[in-house]
């Protein structure tokens, strides 16, 4: 008998997507050989959140889930805990624990500078006070989901030189990362540091370096240099180390934000689950 480590990816359209979190995966076993990891996906993908549930259940005393997802939504919020409990009622033997999200934390905030630095040095080191950041992330319904992303802007504002630090996304809300540029150019920035909030490529990823080379050409004057995405970076693993380390000392889930709200207890007895409205990688 064994644990489980169970990392659920969102998925996407994008082949390339889901073999990143499968490589992410493999490089973490590489990391930890004593360790039994596996991968599921929400959607989109060939192993989604029931079957994962399932293979991870063989021949284990205790199943840990751990989303690998930056922000709470619908997915972290409804379906995972919904396909959870009835994974529970399939294997009343095991003991499945649900970790939290990533989240705004310190640790994605270092992230950011750092991508910031990069994407600054790949500008000739222009003036902090004249280049405008954008962080941007995938959007959502949610609104607490969208506050992360403001949290983390604002965190960065505080810890950086820059003047103007704004948030965009690329979906469901706004604003969007033209409008964004369009105020950040107003108000006098020369340059423009765009920062993808994402851990992995995707259909979206595809789509904002799409975006960007069409600013570029809409201000041919105005220098806009783009980040990567955070997923492969040292810290992440890190974080999900700390998240196991927890978990195996403290054999109950932590608390998820919706746990015990009204509205999640309402839509579980009513049957009301997530309805997909956002934007896919």
Known sequence: MKDTILLVGHGSRDAHGNQEIEQFAQNWRQQHPDWCIDVCFIEFADVLLDEGFDKAAIDSQRVIVIPLILNAAGHVKMEIPAHLQKARQRHPQVEFILARHLGANETLLKLLKQSLSQVMASLYMPDPKTTGVIVLGRGSSDKVANGELAKLARWLWEETDHE??????????????????????????????????????????????????????????LRIGLGQ?????????????????YLTENTSSQMLECDGC???????????GHHHEHDHT
Not at 262 to 272: D, I, K, L, M, P
């Open 164 to 221: 103007l630090v704004d948030i965009a996304f690329t979906g469901i809300t706004y604003p969007r990362l033209e409008q964004a540029v369009q105020r950040q150019v107003r108000l006098g920035m020369t340059q423009i540091a765009v920062l993808p909030y994402y851990l992995y490529t995707g259909t979206l990823i595809n789509r904002i370096h799409q975006q960007i080379e069409c600013l570029r050409q809409q201000y041919p004057t």
């Open 262 to 272: 009204q509205y999640r207890q309402f839509a579980e007895e009513h049957g009301a």
């Open 229 to 245: 995405y955070l997923g492969f970076a040292d810290e992440i693993y890190a974080m999900l180390d700390d998240k196991v380390g």
